[in-house]
């Protein structure tokens, strides 16, 4: 098993940033690729980006890619996601979730999920 809580959430205006973190317990951190993933109201929880198991590779989806950046300490068991230039569309709960398996953007794929925390971002 491996436990999985975020941080780092909250209103801030358009145009700004947050950095989220998601610390892991349980298993070796460093076993697992990690994931960002957000659900806004109403909509289905959709992929943000990726990290590989030593956090040498990433990927985003397009709506984010060039204003975040996914990284981890694996000192700290720690995924991080930079998000700059926040817009109003990225309001939603933002989840990190585990997969022992790199470069997917299926939920199907992460065995383990946080709990979520909530972004909100005001125009």
């Known amino acids: 098993q491996v436990q999985l809580r975020e941080s780092g959430g909250g209103l801030v205006q358009a145009g700004g940033s947050l950095r989220l973190s998601c610390r892991a317990s349980?298993?070796?951190?460093?076993?697992?690729?990690m994931g960002w993933f957000r659900q806004a109201l109403g909509k289905e929880r959709e992929f943000v980006a990726a990290?590989?198991?030593?956090?040498?590779?990433?990927y985003y989806t397009d709506s984010v890619k060039g204003r975040s950046t996914i990284s981890r300490d694996n000192a700290k068991n720690t995924v991080y996601l930079q998000m700059n230039s926040l817009k109003p569309e990225d309001t939603a709960v933002y989840y990190c979730?585990?997969?022992?398996?790199?470069?997917?953007?299926?939920?199907?794929?992460?065995?383990?999920w946080g709990q979520g925390t909530q972004v909100t971002v005001s125009s």
């Open positions: 979730a585990a997969s022992s398996t790199y470069r997917t953007d299926s939920t199907a794929a992460y065995a383990y």
């Open positions: 349980g298993r070796t951190f460093s076993n697992y690729a």
């Open positions: 990290i590989s198991w030593g956090g040498g590779s990433t």
